[in-house]
Structure formats: structure tokens, C-alpha cells
């Protein structure tokens, strides 16, 4: 089992950044790739960006790209989004996703554990 937990949303105004913070417990955290998705009120959960195992690999929807970023501290078992230039189309509940092995995916389906997500909200 792994145990992951968010941190860091909120309210921003647009252009505004956030760093959210997804920390892990359980098992050892560098042998899962990991992943951030968001989920907006009335629409599916959608990827945002993931992470190989030792971070060498990252990938982002063309949505975020350019304007997130994400990264990982093994050591520190934590997962990061730093978000910049934040939109109010950005307004979802974010959540950090832990699956074994190398490879990291796009789906949700294929990721093993979730954390309960942090509601990151943009308006002015």
C-alpha cells in the first residue's frame, strides 16, 4: 500500500502560481512513476502531468505545458506541480496518482493509488 497526500492548493488570482505537494508513504517511494490529474465539477478527471521514477522523464498535457512543471525528491518521498500562469480554466480539484513499474500513463485507470486531492481554485 502506498499512502499519498496533497497539499498546497487554494485560492490565486489569474496569472497567480501555486506548488502543490503530494507525499508518500508505505512503500518505496522511487520504484513508482507518478502522475497529477485534475478534475473539474461536471467533467471526467483529466492528466496533467506525470513523472518517470527517478524523475529523468516527465510528460504534460498540452494544456499545462510551458506553464507547469513537475518534479520529485525521492528522498523526501514528495511529489511536486509547480503551476504558473494559472488560468481560471485551471479551477479543478488536483489530484497526485502513484503506479509501479517505469512507465508512467496518460489514463487514471492504470494508476494504483490516489490521495484524496487539493481544490485549487482561479479567480480574481
Not at 461536471?42 to 507547469?68: L, M, P, Q
Not at 489530484?95 to 509501479?100: G, I, K, L, N, T
Amino acid at each position: 500500500q502506498v499512502q499519498l497526500v496533497e497539499s498546497g492548493g487554494g485560492l490565486v488570482q489569474p496569472g497567480g502560481s501555486l506548488r502543490l505537494s503530494c507525499a508518500a508513504s508505505g512503500r518505496t517511494f522511487s520504484n513508482y512513476a507518478m502522475g497529477w490529474f485534475r478534475q473539474a465539477p461536471g467533467k471526467e478527471r483529466e492528466f496533467v502531468a506525470a513523472i518517470s521514477r527517478s524523475g529523468g522523464s516527465t510528460y504534460y498535457a498540452d494544456s499545462v505545458k510551458g506553464r507547469f512543471t513537475i518534479s520529485r525528491d525521492n528522498a523526501k518521498n514528495t511529489v511536486y506541480l509547480q503551476m504558473n500562469s494559472l488560468k481560471p480554466e485551471d479551477t479543478a480539484v488536483y489530484y497526485c496518482a502513484a503506479v509501479s513499474g517505469s512507465y508512467y500513463y496518460i489514463s487514471p485507470k492504470l494508476y494504483d493509488y490516489w490521495g484524496q486531492g487539493t481544490q485549487v481554485t482561479v479567480s480574481s
